[in-house]
């Protein structure tokens, strides 16, 4: 006999620095592993999947996250008491903060409207210790005005074949930037914090694989010298005329914003 399936809507809060991304790896440490790991204990003997709205890189963390819960048989009883018990069996770096059931005909990939993603990072000196799960540290000096103003050509719809690796060169690498800046940090802070640090922020429907890490290393290497505001416009224009090779390191990034058709 088949079994009633229900579905539920997660939102979820995470520090990656200690996992290597977000989809299940064997022998790895991962979000959804540990998510899966920690259902086991808290719906013992039921059947259930789960589906993630965005498959972070290693080391990418998550402000405001999502992934379905697809339960067999009977529905939870208790939607608050049943987060209250995910929560405190859940590692310290992962929280669920929201829940809330969904129609069958919810698609967490195909109605997710907007993503937003956040790169924190400063240059110069070495950064305290304290700051490597939050933060990016580049060496040697940067020049933020022109970074600003290569931030600014990726708004709009472009080719990004060359900011992706080269196995997924295959895949449909036209997408549109809705937002694209580079802002003096006033978001987040801390004791152990530089003086000055910075926020590349970047938005749209979604993105390709290491898209908005790759568009940070053309926005480092601008503003190190190493890459001139031609070159960076030229690269949406005719893809094939830069090889980037240069992956911003996954600590600096996270997820901000993500929202769903609805209002979900």
Request: proline share 21%; with cysteine.
């Given at each position: 006999m088949k079994m009633d399936r229900h579905h539920y809507l997660l939102r979820i809060q995470y520090l990656g620095f200690r996992y290597s991304g977000w989809q299940r790896q064997p022998e790895q440490k991962t979000v959804e592993g540990m998510l899966l790991k920690t259902l086991r204990f808290v719906l013992p003997g039921r059947e259930y999947k789960i589906l993630g709205s965005s498959r972070t890189d290693s080391r990418v963390s998550s402000l405001d996250g999502a992934f379905e819960l697809f339960l067999e048989g009977q529905p939870l009883e208790d939607l608050s008491k049943f987060m209250d018990h995910f929560n405190l069996n859940l590692p310290?770096?992962?929280r669920i903060f929201k829940i809330l059931p969904v129609q069958q005909d919810f698609n967490i990939i195909n109605d997710a409207s907007y993503k937003e993603y956040h790169y924190l990072f400063a240059f110069g000196a070495?950064?305290?210790?304290?700051?490597?799960?939050?933060?990016?540290g580049f060496h040697g000096e940067l020049d933020i005005p022109l970074m600003q103003k290569g931030a600014s050509l990726f708004i709009g719809t472009h080719e990004f074949s060359s900011y992706t690796t080269r196995d997924q060169k295959g895949n449909q690498q036209k997408r549109k930037v809705i937002l694209s800046e580079l802002i003096p940090n006033t978001v987040f802070s801390a004791s152990f914090f530089p003086d000055k640090s910075y926020i590349f922020k970047i938005g749209g429907h979604g993105f390709i694989r290491y898209q908005v890490r790759m568009i940070m290393g053309a926005l480092v290497s601008l503003g190190s010298g190493e890459l001139s505001l031609e070159q960076l416009r030229y690269s949406l224009v005719e893809p094939e005329s830069l090889e980037l090779t240069y992956i911003a390191p996954g600590s600096g990034l996270h997820l901000n914003k993500l929202q769903f058709k609805g209002g979900k």
């Open positions: 310290p770096d992962i070495k950064l305290h210790p304290f700051c490597a799960p939050l933060m990016a």
